[in-house]
């Protein structure tokens, strides 16, 4: 099941986290980049949350977390992690197994 | 290959690993990582790269207004703990959406064109912020365009609700004074502190008899007695705002049409938030109706207070509730003493059943009395009183209190008991006269009848022997003898008038007339007389006292005639209870000084020698009409003479 084919209401709802430090440029630029892709390829349909590991630290250890940002899919499989600002673009379709628009 | 120890990573996860901070080199020098993590669980660490920043984050981070920075698109990239909790959200549900998605659906164009206008520099506005809780938070936005490669907008939002709040429940306060001002049953007005007309309701519009758009702007002193209005505004000049004054002074409005009405009046001085007196708020009753019930009441209570009525006024339940000063003067009590004490105590023991029970009547609702009853004193005296029991109604028409209003009526009956003894004294005295009037006259009579005789006899047959001077003193004394019967028959028949039993019986006065008339006829015929007729009733009574009535008053009539040839007309009018019978002359008539005198016994006023009788009949009739309970009397005929007349009552036969 690809990202673009998941329903965002049903029992296998898409999981799609990025973890940030709140306020940092690198997490900014990076919410804005992610908001900006899944506008662009996804429609209103489809969300995801934001975690300040600022605000839950604990968290960068138990998903193995090394640098901030990182955004981690993890449905639908496989699991994918994307560590930066997501700004290249290509790379970040890629990893999600979107595809060129 | 050889296998890993136990609890090592497994392959993949170390070649994950690997990839994982490769990547992550990679980001770091991309520029790309604001932070690494290290450690375990929870003991990891989070080390942010650049340490300058730190600084503003903390700052953003503790401070009180809710503070968000987002794209050009509205995707809000950061946002301090206070923007979440103003959201009701957790902060995952913040970052990365949009202005947009949190903002109510109506308020979103204008978020967009807030956002838009920051972008190019500061803007501010307000926002109606959409909470988790479906709520609405509206907003102060302050706004700013942050420098970058990428452009930035940071937002500032204050929290807006209890100054909403306080604005609608200032409109709210507002409202409701407005609708208590316009609704307000009474006189309200708003005026200047110089006096003039704000604001009006429809009361005062009425008191004033001015309709509300004449009077605004217009000074109190056009509507308000002037010296009332300079009183008015003079003692509030220098009230401080919001203070009572608290003294309500009658005054007097004038109408249009002239007409003074009197209202009970107060002013309040309104002030702003720091106590300036910004207005005057009138209220204004119209007692015009209180003060003339007042005077009615006032006018009442001060007949209550000197009627010579005594008044107590009681509940249903028996107890005295007020009395007036003649019932504690009356009972002998003191100012207040009667006051909660039961009404029985007000009757003699004697009494109190029969006054227990008409007082129940009057709880019931009837008016009770007068009842005669004997009443006590505080001291135990007692005496007679005519008592009324009153219901008295509230508006519900349920009896609330039972007046009763008590006269002492001990004197009263003491004279009248005095009365009907001295009655009863004359009535026995009268009987016993006129017994002795008819013994007398009886008696007298025989050995008068033998002094008439021998005297006669003396006359008759010595007279030959007699000289001049006895032959003179014997026709005295034989006159004087004659004289002295007639007077005796005279007492006699008025004796018998008073005192013979009576016989009723339908008497026709016509027919009785006749009768006297044919007695009468050598006399009547001999003076010439004429004798009218009109037409005579038949009345209930004694047949020969009737015939004796006529008969004297006939015979007077005849007797008393001025020349020959008179005129007598016997004529009767009927009225509502009684018949009355003229017998009017054309005779000599009678000084109007002795029209009682004539019909007393023996009263003449003729000498003998002019008019023969003895002064009987007169009296005689008066006592016939006395006991036929009518009357007699004389009035002069119009044209000279007397006419009298007598009346006999309406009655049946028994």
């Given at each position: 099941v690809s990202l673009r084919d998941a329903d965002p209401?049903?029992?296998l709802a898409p999981v799609l986290v990025l973890y940030i430090v709140g306020g940092s440029p690198a997490s900014r630029r990076a919410v804005g980049n992610l908001r900006g892709i899944c506008d662009e390829l996804l429609g209103s349909r489809f969300t995801?949350?934001?975690?300040?590991?600022?605000?839950?630290?604990?968290?960068?250890?138990?998903?193995?977390?090394?640098?901030?940002?990182?955004?981690?899919?993890?449905?639908?499989?496989?699991g994918v992690r994307l560590i930066g600002d997501l700004s290249d673009r290509a790379r970040v379709l890629h990893a999600l197994d979107l595809g060129a628009a | 290959m050889r296998g890993l120890p136990p609890g090592a990573p497994t392959y993949d996860e170390l070649a994950r690993g690997?990839?994982?901070?490769?990547?992550?080199?990679?980001?770091?020098?991309?520029?790309?990582?604001?932070?690494?993590?290290?450690?375990h669980g929870a003991d990891a660490q989070i080390t942010a790269l650049e340490r300058a920043d730190s600084f503003f984050v903390t700052l953003v981070t503790e401070m009180q207004e809710a503070a968000a920075s987002m794209n050009s698109g509205g995707t809000v990239l950061y946002a301090n703990p206070r923007f979440a909790e103003l959201l009701r959200v957790p902060m995952s549900r913040v970052l990365g959406r949009t202005l947009a998605e949190l903002t109510a659906e109506a308020g979103r164009p204008a978020a967009q064109r807030l956002l838009a206008e920051a972008v190019r520099g500061p803007a501010r506005g307000t926002l109606e912020l959409l909470r988790g809780d479906g709520g609405l938070v509206p907003v102060q936005v302050s706004a700013a365009p942050i420098a970058g490669d990428q452009p930035e907008v940071c937002l500032v939002a204050a929290d807006l609700t209890d100054l909403r709040q306080a604005e609608s429940t200032m409109r709210e306060a507002e409202e409701r004074f407005r609708s208590a001002f316009d609704q307000a049953p009474i006189g309200m007005a708003l005026l200047s502190l110089d006096g003039r007309f704000e604001r009006v309701n429809a009361v005062m519009a009425a008191i004033t008899g001015r309709p509300e758009a004449q009077l605004l702007g217009t000074p109190l002193a056009s509507v308000l007695e002037h010296s009332h209005a300079t009183a008015l505004l003079s003692r509030l000049a220098g009230v401080p705002g919001g203070e009572q004054d608290s003294t309500t002074v009658e005054v007097c409005y004038l109408n249009a049409d002239g007409r003074g009405v009197w209202v009970a009046q107060s002013a309040t001085v309104i002030g702003d938030a720091d106590g300036r007196a910004q207005q005057i708020l009138l209220q204004v009753q119209d007692i015009e109706g209180q003060r003339l019930h007042k005077q009615q009441l006032e006018r009442q209570a001060a007949i209550i207070a000197f009627t010579s009525e005594s008044i107590v006024s009681v509940t249903p339940r028996g107890e005295i509730e007020t009395c007036n000063p003649s019932a504690t003067r009356l009972y002998g009590y003191a100012n207040d003493e009667l006051a909660g004490e039961r009404f029985e105590r007000l009757t003699a023991p004697a009494q109190r059943e029969a006054v227990a029970e008409a007082f129940g009547r009057a709880v019931a609702g009837d008016q009770v009395g007068p009842l005669e009853t004997i009443r006590l004193r505080k001291d135990g005296s007692t005496f007679d009183a005519?008592?009324?029991?009153?219901?008295?109604?509230?508006?519900?028409?349920?009896?609330?209190?039972?007046?009763?209003?008590?006269?002492?009526?001990?004197?009263?009956?003491?004279?009248?008991?005095?009365?009907?003894?001295?009655?009863?004294?004359?009535?026995r005295s009268n009987a016993d006269l006129e017994q002795f009037a008819y013994v007398a006259s009886h008696?007298?009579?025989?050995?008068l009848r033998t002094v008439t005789g021998f005297v006669q006899l003396l006359a008759d047959r010595y007279a030959a022997n007699l000289d001049d001077d006895a032959r003179e003193f014997v026709a005295f004394a034989v006159s004087g003898t004659q004289r002295m019967q007639e007077l005796l028959d005279g007492l006699l028949a008025y004796s018998r008038a008073g005192t013979m039993e009576q016989r009723l019986a339908e008497v026709d006065c016509g027919r009785t007339l006749?009768?006297?008339?044919?007695?009468?006829?050598?006399?009547?015929?001999?003076?010439?007389?004429?004798?009218?007729?009109?037409?005579?009733?038949?009345?209930?009574?004694?047949?020969?006292?009737?015939?004796?009535?006529?008969?004297?008053?006939?015979?007077?009539?005849?007797?008393?005639?001025?020349?020959?040839?008179?005129?007598?007309?016997?004529?009767?009018?009927?009225?509502?209870?009684?018949?009355?019978?003229?017998?009017?002359?054309?005779?000599?008539?009678i000084d109007p000084e002795h029209r009682e005198r004539i019909f007393k016994m023996f009263q003449q006023l003729h000498a003998r020698d002019e008019y023969a009788g003895i002064g009987a009949g007169l009296a005689i009739c008066r006592q016939i009409t006395v006991r036929h309970g009518g009357q007699i009397w004389v009035e002069e005929t119009p044209g000279g003479g007397s006419t009298f007349r007598f009346s006999l009552p309406k009655r049946s036969l028994p």
């Open positions: 209401d049903g029992a995801f949350d934001v975690i300040d590991l600022r605000e839950f630290p604990a968290l960068a250890g138990e998903h193995n977390i090394l640098a901030v940002p990182t955004l981690i899919k993890e449905r639908p499989p496989p | 690997l990839a994982d901070a490769e990547a992550a080199l990679e980001a770091v020098a991309a520029g790309a990582v604001d932070a690494l993590a290290s450690g005519s008592v009324t029991l009153s219901p008295i109604r509230d508006a519900s028409g349920e009896v609330v209190r039972v007046a009763s209003v008590s006269q002492d009526i001990s004197e009263r009956k003491r004279t009248a008991a005095e009365l009907q003894r001295v009655s009863d004294e004359l009535a008696d007298l009579s025989e050995p006749l009768r006297v008339l044919s007695g009468l006829e050598s006399s009547i015929t001999d003076s010439g007389t004429q004798i009218d007729i009109g037409e005579l009733p038949t009345v209930v009574a004694d047949p020969t006292q009737i015939e004796q009535l006529f008969q004297n008053l006939l015979a007077n009539a005849v007797k008393f005639r001025a020349v020959d040839g008179a005129r007598i007309r016997i004529s009767a009018e009927e009225e509502l209870d009684r018949h009355v019978v003229s017998i009017a002359d054309s005779g000599i008539g």
